[in-house]
């Protein structure tokens, strides 16, 4: 490692003088902590968000991910800046400089979600081997498939910890998993260019943000929703899932995992305050490119396969969605909808709704979320079974691979911090991967109706919650003296950051409250709860932040 930090030193000081394409392409030979954000961030969720976003807005909120990133990236600029300019673990320097409450909690809720967010990752494979690669249903060859993901998840994170050549190995994995991802899902749409099926206007139209959709719905639903039985639900209906779905992607584009696996890849890669113009590169060609080809590619996918269409979605399956209209609302509100003889009568009876237009059942239809293996299906007549199926298929394995490696080094490091004392570096490290990778293993059974929202509520409202406060966190350490000293920027560099810092911390804000302020777990209002300790910690770090800063 020293040996290549050398290196590294030697290209950065051999383009010192030059201009900002030749340092650009030179720091791109030398790129490196900026692929794993790319490879924990492209994952289920943002497979998940990009779908949903093509179906309710076509190409219309292609802009939505990559501004959500360039927020992202910000913050992690300002993480790189602090971390490379005090060479000092972040945890042990939030809690010194600011207050433990912060660093404690970000470290407690950086493990939840590595805990958690593995099951969907595991899920998402397994769902991508079976349907996509083998052509098979049900439960086949469900628990190899796990056994080799979870398999495939320590040996590639044993490579990490090994250091030197396996270090080398681990980076040369991780490029070729995110390459992998991208070029599966580019086929994909340059298949869909080739049929017809796709306007190169309505995608550059797609990438100029607008805002007016916060307020109204897509142009495609006002047929329907003028010759419905509810027109002021459904537009309300179509507004609020919009509004939600950009949102939740503004707050949640880079997790809080994420956060902290940069600095502390960082300081294993021995970087310093001269790979400082590095870090921001390595960012930009490891995590927003990757990103941005990949979900723009979903996004595209899903809009030109479900947005206004109806052909394949079970009207079953959309039943749940007519009956909060107020009219069906009373029919069913009475009504058991446990057992199989149960739910019939409950779908019979929104079924036959009195007063229900036709143009009801086709908004439910076009609006029903789908997957990734719907998807998949969707795009075999555009572009033949070997890239709907199987060059897909594989884009998807590789965001689920990818994510449960990069889920389980977080939790490695993570456990690092907490027990490195007690336990020593390797055996900490390996206890946080394996407990992240086993949990993943146990999606069968704990990812499944009710307990995947017993898990995912707690866990989303707690890491979602403490995003703001990472970037809040950070946002005092960039401009603290006591902790920067000579290297705090100055002058107008300081303002550029605190206007960029204040943008991306006060839409995370924003966001992370419209996704969780009305989450409840049973009874309890959890997002409300949440929201309340962000305001504590909000308070908790300024008030500490003031206090130290005058000791100096």
Not at 490 to 500: D, F, H, Y
Request: some cysteine; overall charge positive.
């Amino acid at each position: 490692m020293n040996d290549q930090s050398q290196r590294e030193l030697q290209v950065i000081e051999s383009v010192a003088d030059k201009g900002g394409i030749t340092k650009f392409f030179a720091y791109a030979r030398i790129s490196g902590p900026g692929w794993l954000q790319g490879a924990i961030t492209l994952g289920g969720g943002s497979l998940a968000g990009a779908l949903y976003l093509g179906i309710v807005a076509g190409n219309d909120l292609l802009w939505v991910q990559p501004l959500a990133m360039i927020c992202g990236i910000i913050m992690l600029a300002a993480i790189a800046y602090v971390t490379l300019s005090t060479q000092q673990r972040p945890l042990q320097l939030i809690n010194q400089h600011l207050h433990p409450l912060l660093g404690w909690s970000w470290l407690v809720a950086t493990i939840m979600a590595n805990i958690v967010w593995t099951m969907p990752q595991f899920s998402l494979g397994t769902a991508a081997i079976q349907q996509n690669l083998l052509g098979v249903e049900g439960d086949q060859f469900l628990w190899p498939i796990i056994i080799t993901l979870f398999g495939i998840g320590l040996f590639v994170n044993y490579l990490y910890q090994a250091g030197g050549g396996g270090a080398k190995l681990f980076d040369r994995i991780i490029k070729v998993m995110v390459g992998l991802i991208v070029f599966s899902f580019f086929a994909v749409v340059i298949a869909l260019f080739s049929s017809g099926n796709i306007s190169f206007g309505s995608i550059l139209g797609g990438l100029i943000p607008d805002f007016s959709l916060l307020g109204s719905s897509s142009p495609t639903f006002a047929p329907d929703i003028a010759a419905s039985s509810d027109s002021t639900f459904w537009e309300n209906h179509i507004i609020s899932t919009q509004k939600s779905k950009i949102f939740a992607a503004f707050g949640t584009a880079v997790g809080i995992n994420m956060t902290f696996l940069l600095p502390y890849t960082l300081l294993k890669k021995k970087w310093s305050t001269k790979h400082r113009g590095l870090s921001i590169t390595d960012l930009s060609i490891g995590l927003f490119v990757p990103f941005f080809l990949a979900t723009a590619c979903v996004v595209i996918a899903s809009a030109s396969s479900f947005h206004g269409k109806t052909e394949d979605v079970n009207p079953v399956k959309t039943y749940s969605t007519l009956a909060k209209i107020d009219s069906v609302k009373t029919l069913v509100k009475d009504l058991p909808n446990g057992s199989d003889e149960e739910k019939a009568i409950w779908n019979d009876t929104v079924a036959t709704a009195p007063g229900l237009t036709e143009s009801d059942f086709k908004l439910a239809a076009m609006l029903h979320s789908r997957d990734a293996g719907a998807l998949a299906i969707t795009l075999k007549p555009f572009t033949g079974e070997v890239v709907g199926q199987k060059v897909f298929g594989v884009g998807v394995l590789g965001m689920a691979v990818s994510t449960i490696i990069i889920l389980m080094l977080i939790n490695g490091l993570a456990f690092q911090q907490l027990f490195e004392k007690s336990l020593g570096s390797k055996p900490a490290y390996f206890l946080g991967c394996g407990i992240s990778g086993l949990a993943g293993c146990m999606f069968p059974f704990l990812w499944q109706g009710q307990s995947k929202a017993a898990l995912a509520i707690p866990t989303s409202v707690i890491g979602g919650s403490l995003i703001p406060i990472a970037y809040f966190t950070f946002f005092l350490l960039m401009n603290s003296k006591k902790v920067l000293g000579d290297k705090r920027p100055e002058g107008t560099a300081r303002i550029i950051w605190n206007v960029l810092m204040i943008f991306a911390t006060t839409v995370a804000t924003v966001g992370t409250w419209w996704a969780t302020a009305g989450k409840k777990f049973g009874d309890f209002p959890a997002g409300m709860v949440g929201m309340c300790f962000l305001a504590l910690l909000f308070i908790v770090g300024t008030a500490s932040f003031i206090v130290k800063e005058k000791k100096i």
